[in-house]
């Protein structure tokens, strides 16, 4: 019988613990606070940025909110982004990307405190994940390793195959897949014979952006298939990568969408302020 990974259900355990540690570290004196930047009001990002704020309130979190219009200059946001780092009851940064087209994403990214990254996009953060030393973890790659663990999934000598090789999702995820010793071949828009590829995979992670353009041909029979895309289909609803429907009986597990891969995005948000604050003591 296929089993559905409940991402929610997850992302709850692991807010429930993190909301017992911050209550420890308040006892001690120690409060925990993240700042978050939007510029703009992209729909979208308005609706994570309302979840961020909400999960903070739930474990006890503070979070500074900065609602900055779309016109803010890129020099206006370096200088707010260079206050909060030094803001030393500040302890996670972060800016939600996309960011309006005048400003350069890549810089504001590598003008944030390393150790504030709660996002795990710094230069210093990847490099660090790429020689296995201490530093934030991208949190949807995270979350996605927290997923496979608590729901009982060895990664050790599997086969793991990830669809997509964006900075965000693909290559974090195949680091991470290696540290726990999975196998494992990324592939994207050029791969020949991708189906064939694909179907080679014990895990199969797809964050592609495509609507359902994985079926039951590029999985393979027993296979552990995690969904990243968030799309919407021909009617309106919220949908994956992931054709749900058509891989469900070949597989031995899947998460849906919504409610797998996304909540725990946010969990580990609150994971990485939780251990900044810890590292930066």
Do not use: W
């Not at 990568?241 to 919504?258: E, G, M, N, Q, W």
Request: with cysteine; hydrophobic share 40%.
């Amino acid at each position: 019988m296929t089993k559905i990974i409940d991402g929610k259900k997850i992302s709850k355990e692991i807010k429930d613990e993190i909301k017992q540690q911050v209550a420890e570290m308040k006892k001690v004196g120690k409060n925990i606070a993240l700042a978050v930047i939007q510029v703009g009001n992209n729909p979208a990002s308005t609706v994570y940025v309302g979840n961020k704020k909400k999960a903070c309130a739930y474990v006890g979190i503070e979070s500074f909110s900065y609602e900055l219009p779309e016109e803010t200059t890129q020099e206006e946001l370096l200088a707010l982004v260079e206050e909060l780092n030094k803001k030393k009851e500040v302890n996670g940064i972060l800016v939600q990307l996309p960011l309006p087209k005048h400003i350069d994403e890549d810089k504001v990214i590598k003008a944030i405190d390393p150790s504030k990254d709660v996002d795990g996009f710094h230069p210093e953060n990847v490099g660090a994940l790429s020689i296995g030393q201490e530093g934030f973890v991208s949190c949807t790659p995270a979350g996605i390793i927290e997923l496979l663990k608590r729901s009982d999934i060895s990664i050790d000598g599997k086969e793991c195959v990830i669809i997509g090789r964006s900075n965000i999702v693909g290559k974090p995820m195949a680091l991470l897949l290696l540290r726990e010793n999975g196998t494992v071949t990324v592939t994207h828009s050029h791969t020949k014979n991708l189906k064939e590829v694909a179907k080679r995979a014990d895990i199969l992670v797809v964050a592609i952006g495509k609507t359902k353009m994985v079926n039951e041909e590029y999985v393979k029979d027993g296979a552990v298939v995690i969904d990243v895309g968030m799309d919407r289909d021909e009617n309106g609803k919220l949908c994956g990568d992931v054709d749900y429907d058509a891989v469900f009986d070949k597989v031995s597990a899947i998460t849906p969408v919504p409610g797998g891969v996304g909540p725990m995005t946010i969990a580990m948000l609150l994971h990485n302020c939780v251990e900044s604050a810890k590292r930066n003591d």
